[in-house]
Every structure is written in C-alpha cells, then in structure tokens.
C-alpha cells in the first residue's frame, strides 16, 4: 500500500524559509507526478507545485519565485524549499503524487507568525 509521510512543517516567522519533504513507500515504480497542494483554515484546497519525472514544474502564481519544488525519483522524494515565506502562506501542506491513481499524504502544518 502506498504511503506518502510529509516533514519539515513549524513555526516560522515571516521573511524566513522553510523545507518540506515527503517520502512515498510501498511502492516499486516512479511516480508520473509529484507535488504538494496546501488548504488554510476556511478555504478549499489548493495547487502549490508540481513536478513531472521528466523535470516539469508547474507553480501557483502566488509562490512563484518564492518556492522551489524538486524531487529525487530514486529515492521517491519530493521536496518544497520555501523561501521569504507570508503570513498568508499559513496552511495545511499535503503531499501530492500520482501514476494511475491519485495518493495523499496526511499533511503537516506550516504557521507563518512573528
């Protein structure tokens, strides 16, 4: 069975950076896609970035430039590097992979507060 394990979540304090990683196991093949969706408290779940296993990353214009999302297809990992981070990015951070079915990981807080 497929499991994704989120890290990295805390308290940061504006302006600051902080990593997340995800480590998929139960499995034996390359996720197509990997990424990490977030949802604050009272809004829906949204995209933050993507990535293919051929290198193609996709970004919600609200952290572009901000964060960097990468991925070691050996080790079926994911990473969100989050650099001069708001308030705003304050949410629930899921994991996110795919191949033929879609998978989720349990999410890890992440606050943004001085």
């Known amino acids: ?11 940061v304090q504006p302006g600051g950076s902080l990593r997340l990683s995800c480590v998929a196991s139960g499995i034996i093949f390359s996720f197509n896609v990997m990424g990490w969706y977030r949802q604050a408290p009272g809004k829906e779940r949204e995209l933050v970035a993507l990535m293919t296993s051929g290198g193609t990353t996709s970004y919600a214009d609200s952290v572009k430039g901000r964060f960097t999302i990468s991925r070691d297809n050996a080790k ?38 001085s």
Do not use: F
């Open 1 to 11: 069975q497929v499991q994704l394990v989120e890290s990295g979540g805390g308290l």
């Open 76 to 113: 079926n990992t994911v990473y969100l590097q989050m650099n001069s981070v708001k308030p705003e990015d304050t949410a629930v951070y899921y994991c996110y992979a795919a191949r033929k079915t879609n998978h989720w990981g349990q999410g890890t807080q992440v606050t943004i507060s």
